[in-house]
Every structure is written in C-alpha cells, then in structure tokens.
Nanobody
C-alpha cells in the first residue's frame, strides 16, 4: 500500500514556473513507476509524465515535452514535476500516481493503482 500527497500547486502567470512534489509513504515506493496526470474542469484526466522506479527512464505527453521535467528521489520517497514556461492551458488539478507493476512506462491511467488527492495549478494569462 502506498499513500501519496501532492504539494506545490498555486497561481502563477503565464511563462512562470512551479515545482510540484509528491511525497509517498510505504517501503515499496522505490520499486514503483510513478506518473503525473492532470484534469481540467470539464475534461478527462490526461497523462502528463512518468518515471521508472530507478529514474533512468522518463516519458512525457507531447503537450509538455521540453517544458516539464519529472524526477524522483527514492531516499526521500518523493517524486517531482518541474514545470517551466507555463501556459494557461496547463491549468488543472495535478495528481501523482503509482504503478506497482513491472514493465514499460504507461500513459494509461488505469494502470496506476495509487493516487494522491491532487493539487491545483492555475496559470493566468
């Protein structure tokens, strides 16, 4: 069992930056792939980025590639999402999620078993 708590959301102007953190409880965190997803009002939850258990592999949605960076610190049981050059269309609730199954990184939200409560990111124009 893994419990996830996101933090770091807020209000930022377009072009600005934010860093989201996701703190995990549980001894098995370091063996799980982790992902970030987001959901804007009236829209479906969408994949943002994922990272392998070791941090050696990452995977990004095209919409955030070259602007966002996912990373993790297994010693601190934390995964991060550095968001630069933010746009108003990045406004959403951001969720971190854990995938306990071995295999390729996935953008499919149903592959992730554990979810945080979300943190709001609002980008003003």
């Amino acid at each position: 069992q893994v419990q996830l708590v996101e933090s770091g959301g807020g209000l930022v102007q377009a072009g600005g930056s934010l860093r989201l953190s996701c703190a995990a409880s549980g001894r098995t965190f370091s063996s799980y792939a982790m992902g970030w997803f987001r959901q804007a009002p009236g829209k479906e939850r969408e994949f943002v980025a994922a990272i392998s258990w070791s941090g050696g592999s990452t995977y990004y949605a095209d919409s955030v590639k070259d602007r966002f960076t996912i990373s993790r610190d297994n010693a601190k049981n934390t995964v991060y999402l550095q968001m630069n050059s933010l746009k108003p269309e990045d406004t959403a609730v951001y969720y971190c999620a854990a995938d306990p199954r071995p295999g390729a990184l996935s953008s499919w939200y149903e592959k992730y078993d554990y979810w945080g409560q979300g943190t709001q990111v609002t980008v003003s124009s």
